[in-house]
């Protein structure tokens, strides 16, 4: 029987009708439009299998056990390249007289999926991979994929594959009735096994475009609550919310007239806007893997070690987070704490968390083993650490205490070991001059809580090798996480950005607006957390303590020093006031909001906090006015923006997809704005910059408002794309 070969690696989709017929090779990819070759090749394929008596069956397979990813997504910015019209092709492949058979291996996501959905029956290897990922990208499944899936699978599932985009495994797809049958050996053998079968059989049923979506006893309850879910999950992106709207068209119209409601949904997608954010997105989380130093160390030269063993030192919030991940990526860890108690302590809470994460990995082909002491070990003795290839420490947040450990790991760990800390602002070239190797000794930055949230920060220090960069980076590949590769700089990149962010915010309160008033604004902005909701999260204690080690505030702070200036510069004692007040966040129920109790989740306004900020108003003879949405977005955004180009021109990152990633992954920044600096972009530099000097004229006394003289160039040389901005940065501005 004549064969076509759908392939699919990530980039390319080739036919390949088979020896006996002729053969076509096309590309769907990075050379080839949409519309272009292999579109072509496959309606012509068809056409030719429909008009040959000899042939009584089609079979669509990959070609290197991969289906298809779907489109390449370079071409979708290019508008020459959007014409490519899969649905017809899909139509084309449904009305073919003979049997038509998807063998899926590997992948078939996006227009993948949908070639997969126009055939007559789909059968998969086991551990294939199915997905619409579209809105992921800021689309809809534009090839009738939102009308073909929920008449196979019902609704519900159809709606949850196509909002968000999830990949689900083979074995979900034959519960879902996705594909016909599921083969754990040669999945082409089989679906020719099946497309025989079949010969001669009514195809009708099999058509989909011809089903009805499946009924549900409650459509139009079951729509409007999934309505207000999916708008929630979106905040503000949105491809969920259209992707919702196609699929509410297959439950209300007839195929064809659903198929023009995709069409209109997918066009005002492709020019909102953010498509363009979120694919930039995807190829930024891409384009940070290949890092570098100015010093000329990079992936492409410098090896990873291998870490068949590693270990964690103190179990608190960070710790037992990042235990968790290790055991969970199948590194065998040894756990070390201070003492017994805190040990136990720990030992409790990584234990907890880790059966949490067996549960959610249930039914799952993965198992996690944590009770066999080979994998992980609970221990007060540092001698344990000797043959372990890579430490991560994560004591409290002090310089001496974070030496001592380092000056004890140089003694004790074997002479390759990778000694990593989890500082979130210290100095790595004073914590590595504690050891005898300060080449292996590096910032392993994670986010709370570490085995949830994606980004893994790396700072490399004046001494760290390459080859210690390149372990770090294939760690964060291992934990599936996205590893950053950074500079060494107070608060590394995330922080030091989020530094003028949360000043702002505080000098808004002070100025006379509310936390609540401050954090709806950046939540309908589309941070999944405002900034006080964030404080009150993570503690104000914290950051009380750090300010207090800084001399900042408390019982260092020199006598006379005026209450609401630093430096010369401005200060809001707002946040240690709230801590002299034991007001210490979420952990006990009151901080810039109350909440119902110790540890609760839900934030109040507080009418106490407000008397507060009335009463500092009026002692330090602050006007309160009005501040709107867009003053309160502008000036927390646009210094956090600032601060991202000082990073940059100081070399503190090599590019402002890593600030991108960053924010995206590790603070909640809206990931359909592609990032703080294409949002900056997207903006228009003109108007950030014009924005920062009018606030900074206004506050003069805050140095975080003043345009960065990186910025200012890019405005004077005419506000280049965001890919050239790094071409603008002289040599010599990039110190180390
Ligand atoms: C336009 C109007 C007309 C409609 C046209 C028809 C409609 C459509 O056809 C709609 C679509 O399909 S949209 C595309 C849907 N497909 C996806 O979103 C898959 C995205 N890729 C993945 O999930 C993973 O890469 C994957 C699971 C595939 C592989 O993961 P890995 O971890 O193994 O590899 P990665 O590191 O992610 O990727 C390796 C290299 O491949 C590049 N790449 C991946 N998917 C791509 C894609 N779909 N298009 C272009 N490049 C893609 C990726 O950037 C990376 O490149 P390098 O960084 O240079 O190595
Ligand atoms: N909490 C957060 O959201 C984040 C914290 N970090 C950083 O991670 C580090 C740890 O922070 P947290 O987990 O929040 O602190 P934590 O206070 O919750 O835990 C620290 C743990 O270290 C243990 N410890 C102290 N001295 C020790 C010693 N000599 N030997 C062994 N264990 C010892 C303590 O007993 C405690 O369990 C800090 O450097 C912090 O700045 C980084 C990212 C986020």
């Known amino acids: 029987m004549p064969r076509f070969t759908l392939t699919g690696s990530h980039t390319s989709l080739s036919l390949d009708l088979f020896a ?31 008009a040959d008596s000899s042939v009584k069956a089609v079979m669509i397979c990959g070609e290197n056990g991969k289906f298809s990813a779907g489109a390449d997504i370079r071409g979708f910015s290019a508008p020459k390249k959007r014409g490519g019209a899969l649905g017809p092709i899909v139509s084309l492949i449904e009305s073919s007289e003979k049997p038509v058979v998807a063998a899926i291996e590997g992948v078939a996501l996006g227009g993948g999926l949908e070639v997969a959905l126009g055939c007559h029956y789909r059968i998969a290897h086991a551990k294939a991979r199915m997905g619409l990922p579209e809105v992921t990208l800021g689309l809809l499944p534009g090839a009738e994929g939102t009308q073909r899936l929920p008449r196979l699978i019902g609704v519900p599932a159809a709606l949850d594959m196509i909002t968000t985009g999830k990949h689900i495994p083979a074995t979900e797809a034959l519960k879902l009735g996705l594909v016909d049958e599921i083969v754990e050996e040669n999945t082409i053998e089989a679906a020719i096994r099946l497309a025989n079968k079949v010969i001669g059989q009514p195809l009708g049923p099999r058509r989909l475009s011809l089903k009805p979506v499946p009924k549900l006893p409650n459509m139009e309850a079951f729509l409007r609550d999934a309505a207000v879910r999916v708008k929630r999950q979106a905040r503000g992106c949105l491809a969920p919310e259209l992707c919702f709207q196609a699929v509410r068209a297959a439950t209300e119209l007839p195929f064809a007239e659903g198929l023009r409601r995709e069409r209109e949904l997918f066009q005002v997608l492709l020019s909102s806007g953010q498509a363009r954010a979120l694919q930039y997105a995807f190829f930024a989380e891409r384009a940070v893997h290949r890092w570098a130093t100015p010093t000329g160390a990079s992936w492409s030269s410098a090896a990873p070690q291998p870490v068949r063993r590693a270990a964690v030192i103190g179990l608190g919030t960070m710790g037992r987070g990042i235990v968790t991940s290790l055991v969970k990526a199948n590194i065998p860890v040894v756990a070390l704490e201070q003492d017994l108690e805190y040990l136990n302590k720990g030992r409790k809470a990584v234990m907890l968390l880790l059966e949490r994460e067996a549960m959610k990995m249930e039914g799952g082909a993965q198992t996690l083993d944590f009770h066999n002491p080979a994998r992980l070990q ?170 207090q080690g800084q001399g900042l505030t408390g019982p260092s702070l020199p006598a006379g020093t005026p209450a609401r200036q630093r430096h010369g510069q401005r200060y809001s004692p707002l946040p240690d006031l709230l801590c002299e007040h034991g007001r210490f966040g979420q952990k006990n129920a009151k901080g810039w909001y109350q909440y119902e109790k110790a540890g609760g989740r839900t934030a109040t306004p507080d009418p106490w906090l407000h ?110 794309p965001i890919k050239e901005w790094m071409s603008y940065l002289s040599q010599q501005s990039a110190k180390l």
Request: proline letters at 5%.
């Open 611 to 720: 008397n507060f900020l009335s009463q500092y108003r009026d002692t330090h003879g602050i006007k309160t006015r009005f501040i709107d949405q867009e003053e309160i977005l502008e000036r927390c955004l646009f210094s956090l923006i600032n601060e991202g180009f000082a990073v940059l021109a100081e070399g503190i990152a090599s590019g402002p997809e890593h600030l991108d990633v960053i924010y995206v992954n590790g603070y909640g920044w809206p990931k359909h704005t592609g990032g703080p600096m294409f949002y900056a972009s997207t903006v228009g530099l003109p108007r950030v910059l014009a924005k920062l000097q009018k606030y900074s004229e206004a506050h003069p006394d805050v140095p975080r408002l003043r345009p960065n003289a990186f910025l200012k160039k890019l405005v004077a040389v005419g506000n280049p």
């Open 378 to 547: 609970f221990t007060v003795d540092f001698d344990l650490l000797r043959d372990v290839d890579l430490v991560i420490e994560a004591v409290f947040e002090n310089m001496a205490l974070k030496k001592e450990i380092f000056h004890k790991l140089s003694k004790i760990c074997k002479p390759g070991a990778l000694l990593c800390t989890n500082t979130s602002a210290l100095n790595i070239d004073e914590i590595a001059s504690a050891t005898s190797r300060p080449q292996q000794v590096i910032g392993t930055h994670f986010f709370s809580p570490a085995h949830v949230m994606r980004l893994l920060e790396i700072i490399y220090g004046r001494h760290t090798s390459p080859s210690a960069i390149a372990t770090a980076m294939q760690l964060a590949k291992t934990l599936k996480k996205v590893g950053v590769v950074v500079g060494n700089c107070f608060g590394f990149v995330g922080n030091r950005m989020m530094f003028p962010y949360v000043e702002q915010a505080v000098f808004l309160l002070e100025e006379g607006s509310r936390p609540e008033a401050v954090d709806q604004a950046l939540e309908d902005f589309g941070f999944k957390i405002g900034p006080f909701r964030m404080s009150d999260l993570a503690g104000l204690d914290v950051g009380w303590r750090s300010r």
């Open 20 to 50: 006996d017929l002729h053969k076509v090779k096309a590309l769907l990819a990075s050379a080839e439009p949409v519309s272009g070759a292999v579109l072509q090749a496959l309606e012509d394929g068809l056409k030719k299998a429909g």
